[in-house]
C-alpha cells in the first residue's frame, strides 16, 4: 500500500456525504483528510471544529494544493462541473458528487475533460453498485435466470441542507439542482439498474408530482418506467413523501422505504435497508424465501465507501465499478424522464433529450396528466 492518500473536500451543501467520509477516515489507513472547502464559513467553522481539519473559503485554495491527492466533492449540484473539470485538470482523482450535472452539455464537456485528464474519477451514485455487489454475483452466477424486471422504492423524508435544519435549502432551488426528489434520490437507482441489466435504456415513461410538499419547485415525488436494448423492465419510485412524526421536526432518514426487488426468469432477489433481515432469496424449485441477514460487521472499522473504492482501483491499476461515463449515462436518463413526465409521453433515448432544460424548468411543477 503507497502512503496514505491525501484528501481535501469540496464544498459541504451535500454535508451527508461529507460528514461521512470525515467520520470514516480516523479509522481508515490508507487515507487522511488534510482540507476542506466550503463558501459558507459559519458551516465551514461548525465543520473544522467538529474534524479538527483545516478550512477555507475558497475551492482553489484546497484544489491547487499540492499535498491533496483526492478531491471529494460534496458542493450543491450547480458547482459540481466546474469543481471536477478543476480537479481534473489540476490532476486529482475525484469522488464526483451527484447528481452529476445541471445539463447534459454540462455532462458531455465534463465526460470529455475528465477523461483527457487521465485522472480516475468514481461517481458517489455508484454507491449502490458497491452495496449491491452480492446481488449482481448472484445474477452473474444465474441463480435467478435471466433478469427480466427490477423494482426499486425508494421513499425518503426531504434532505435538508444542514444537519436538523429542518429546511431543504439549496436541494430545492431550481438555479443549484436540475430536479428534485426523483433525480436526487433516483440517480444511484438508474446507475445501478443499468448494471444488473446489463443493457442501456432506450424508452422511459414518466410522471412527477408534489405530493405533500405542494409548495416546492422541484417535485418530491417521481416514477419512471425504463425499458432497456434487452428488454428488461425497470421501475422506480424517487420521493421525499415520508413525513416528520412532529410537525416541528425533521423526520429522521432511517424511517424511509428503500427497497430493490430483482425479478428473474427463474427466481427473485429482494434487499431491503433499515430492516431485518435484509436480504430474501425465491430460487426456481425452492419451496419458500430464504431470508439473510446484511449487517455490518461487528465492531469494525467504518470504510469510506466510494473513496477506498477509488484507492482500491488506484493501487491495483483498474477502472472503478462506476466511471464518469457511467455517471453519464445515468444522468440523461433521468433527464429523459423529466422530459416524458413534461411532455406526457414516452421519450427515446434516440431522441435528442434537451442538453439545456426548457425556459420555464425553474418554475414550479404543476401536475402532470395521465
Known amino acids: 500500500m ?8 469540496l464544498g459541504l451543501g451535500h454535508w451527508y456525504s461529507a460528514y461521512g467520509l470525515a467520520r470514516a477516515l480516523p479509522e481508515y489507513p490508507a487515507a487522511t483528510l488534510v482540507a476542506v472547502a466550503c463558501p459558507d464559513s459559519s458551516h465551514l467553522e461548525q465543520f473544522c471544529t467538529t474534524f479538527g481539519v483545516p478550512g477555507v473559503t475558497d475551492y482553489a485554495d484546497v484544489i491547487d494544493r499540492d499535498d491533496v491527492d483526492i478531491v471529494h466533492i460534496a458542493s450543491p449540484v450547480c458547482d459540481i462541473p466546474e469543481l471536477t ?37 468514481v461517481p458517489f451514485q455508484g454507491l449502490m453498485r458497491l452495496r449491491h455487489r452480492a446481488v449482481k454475483a448472484r445474477i452473474d452466477a444465474g441463480e435467478i435466470g435471466r433478469v427480466a424486471v427490477l423494482h426499486q422504492a425508494g421513499r425518503w423524508s426531504i434532505a435538508e441542507d444542514w444537519h436538523q435544519s429542518g429546511r431543504p435549502g439549496w436541494f430545492v432551488d431550481p438555479t443549484q439542482v436540475p430536479g428534485g426528489a426523483f433525480i436526487d434520490e433516483g440517480i444511484y437507482w438508474i446507475d445501478l439498474f443499468r448494471w444488473l441489466a446489463g443493457s442501456e435504456v432506450v424508452e422511459v415513461e414518466a410522471k412527477m408530482r408534489n405530493l405533500v410538499h405542494t409548495g416546492l419547485a422541484v417535485e418530491d415525488w417521481g416514477q419512471a418506467v425504463f425499458t432497456f436494448a434487452n428488454g428488461v423492465i425497470a421501475t422506480l419510485e424517487a420521493a421525499w413523501t415520508i413525513n416528520a412524526p412532529r410537525a416541528t421536526g425533521p423526520s429522521p432518514k432511517h424511517n424511509s422505504v428503500v427497497r430493490l426487488e430483482v425479478i428473474g426468469t427463474r427466481g427473485e432477489v429482494i434487499e ?3 430492516r431485518s433481515p435484509g436480504s430474501a432469496v425465491l430460487a426456481a424449485g425452492a419451496q419458500d424465501w430464504v431470508f439473510e441477514r446484511s449487517g455490518d460487521e461487528a465492531f469494525g472499522a467504518p470504510t469510506p465507501g466510494p473513496l477506498a473504492h477509488l484507492i482500491e482501483c488506484l493501487e491495483a491499476g483498474r477502472p ?12 440523461v436518463a433521468a433527464m429523459a424522464a423529466y422530459q416524458a413526465a413534461r411532455e406526457a409521453r414516452p421519450v427515446r433515448l434516440d431522441e435528442d433529450v434537451p442538453a439545456h432544460p426548457p425556459p420555464d424548468a425553474g418554475a414550479p411543477r404543476a401536475p402532470v396528466a395521465g
Not at 473539470?85 to 475525484?94: L, S, Y
Not at 451527484?98 to 470529455?112: D, L
Request: aromatic fraction near 6%; charged fraction near 20%; hydrophobic fraction near 50%.
Open 85 to 121: 473539470m478543476r480537479a481534473a485538470r489540476a490532476g486529482k482523482h475525484i469522488v464526483m458528487g451527484k447528481p452529476m450535472a445541471m445539463t447534459v452539455a454540462q455532462a458531455n464537456e465534463m465526460v470529455r475533460v475528465v477523461e483527457a485528464s487521465g485522472v480516475t474519477c
Open 320 to 331: 472503478p465499478l462506476s466511471t464518469i461515463r457511467d455517471a453519464r449515462a445515468a444522468f
Open 2 to 9: 503507497s502512503p496514505p492518500y491525501r484528501v481535501g473536500i
Open 272 to 274: 431491503q435497508w433499515f
